[in-house]
């Protein structure tokens, strides 16, 4: 069926339709060009180590093949969504505040920090509320590491000063402190602080060896790492640029956040 301008425009929310005929991105976002990139590794776990600290697959696993792909040019949120940046949509929206803010709100101190305990749907509304989307596994990767394959977003040597994780700062950063932990391009916080929703579901990679029971539609992909919360350990190497985190649609944990694409 097609609609009519008047129609369409009586359908679609309002901060859609703003940026609908809009040809410079939202305030505050990357541009990362169209081109090849780097995705995945070809590193191999042998003595799947990491089994020894209660993972359910070997680390690296699913990341297999290294393979080159392109992407058309698209724009990333400089910085994780914060608090104050949630708390207007909240307000705005009636939507649901996440579950730690008491009575709605949080303390003034971490007005900066990024969002957390929100849920796949809660990230996504966001997103579209502001015009904007969740990144797409590929985006994100492309966005974080740049066309040279690097280990991390600022390299292949592994710095405790450019991110927030391994509990060193015993919690998340206001977005954008670490500002030597930038990413070829200039985004932020891509490794630690608060690992990150992306739109994808957890699936494997094309000629990937890897037998994983979780793959299919029951789990998004997380991506960054974050400062250590998700769990009672935190090593660097779930703050690699190709890591690859799970977590099911409706859980909200205390370093899951998200940041938005378009």
Known sequence: MLFGKKVLA????????????????????IEIPKGEFVMGSNEVDREAKSMQYGDKRPWYANERP????????????????TNSQYKEFVDKTGHRAPAHWAN?????????????????????????????????????EKAARGTDGRHFPWGNDFDMKKVNTMGEYGGPLPVGTLKEGSSPYGV???????????ADWYTQYP??????????EKFRVVRGGGWGGMGHYSLQVYVRTSFRNTAPPEGMFNDLGFRCAW
């Open 10 to 29: 009586y359908l679609l929310p309002l901060s859609v339709l703003a940026l609908a005929g809009c040809k410079k991105p939202p305030e505050g976002m």
């Open 66 to 81: 290294e393979r080159k792909v392109s992407l058309k040019t698209f724009y990333m949120d400089r910085t994780e969504v």
């Open 104 to 140: 709605g709100a949080f303390p003034r101190e971490i007005a900066e920090h990024p969002v957390v305990f929100v849920s796949w749907k809660d990230a996504d509304e966001f997103c579209k509320w502001k015009g904007k989307r969740l990144p797409a596994e590929a985006e994100w």
């Open 188 to 198: 932020l916080d891509m490794a630690g602080n608060a690992q990150e929703w992306t």
């Open 207 to 216: 000629q990937n060896d890897f037998k994983d029971q979780d793959y299919g």
